[in-house]
């Protein structure tokens, strides 16, 4: 009998074992889809996060243009800008010139852009593709003009259009006449 009440304890202990590695198997399974799972959502918060700060930079951006127009008494001379250069057009495109976007940017814009944020120890830099972003677009009309020192909406146009000495260059002065009438002024 006695040895009838050890077996039968052993085989209650290794069953009772094998209960036991099963259920903390499943727990520890169990625990691994929901650390997945976990993940799976901080990378969708994340990402929505990480829009929600794209869209206050723009509302931002917007705002700081709009006081920016205010305070420099340019507050149709972007739009005039755009409308000279691409009737508003995103995607305009002049392959000669290689000129991208609304504000027909080239890549020897960009350059300057990023050299000026550089001198500044700015981290912001644009690249090539950025041309193609009306937001990012007018960011970098904005460090132009505002580096420069363009205050008047004609100093404005011309050296957007010549370059930083184009109010010296004749050529830009039928440009301001565009933009001009377009400004209805």
């Not at 869209?55 to 205010?70: A, F, P």
């Not at 001198?119 to 690249?127: A, E, N, P």
Request: net charge positive; charged share 25%; proline share 1%.
């Amino acid at each position: 009998m006695n040895l009838f009440i050890k077996n039968s304890m052993r085989y209650f202990i290794s069953v009772f074992t094998g209960i036991i590695i099963i259920v903390l198997f499943s727990i520890v399974l169990s625990k691994n889809k929901q650390l997945k799972q976990f993940k799976q959502l901080e990378h969708k918060l994340e990402y929505q996060i990480d829009s929600l700060r794209l869209e206050i930079d723009t509302l931002i951006w917007e705002q700081e243009m709009w006081y920016y127009n205010i305070d420099n008494n340019t507050t149709h001379l972007l739009s005039a800008i755009m409308f000279v250069e691409s009737s508003y057009n995103d995607s305009a495109y002049v392959a000669s010139e290689d000129a991208v976007g609304c504000l027909q940017i080239r890549k020897c814009m960009v350059k300057d852009v990023n050299r000026i944020l550089r001198r500044q120890k700015s981290d912001l830099r644009f690249t090539y593709d950025d041309r193609w972003s009306r937001n990012k677009s007018i960011k970098m009309f904005d460090v132009y003009c505002k580096h420069y020192g363009l205050i008047t909406a004609e100093e404005i146009a011309r050296c957007w259009n010549g370059g930083p000495n184009g109010m010296q260059n004749k050529m830009t002065a039928g440009y301001w006449e565009k933009v001009k009438n377009k400004l209805n002024i």
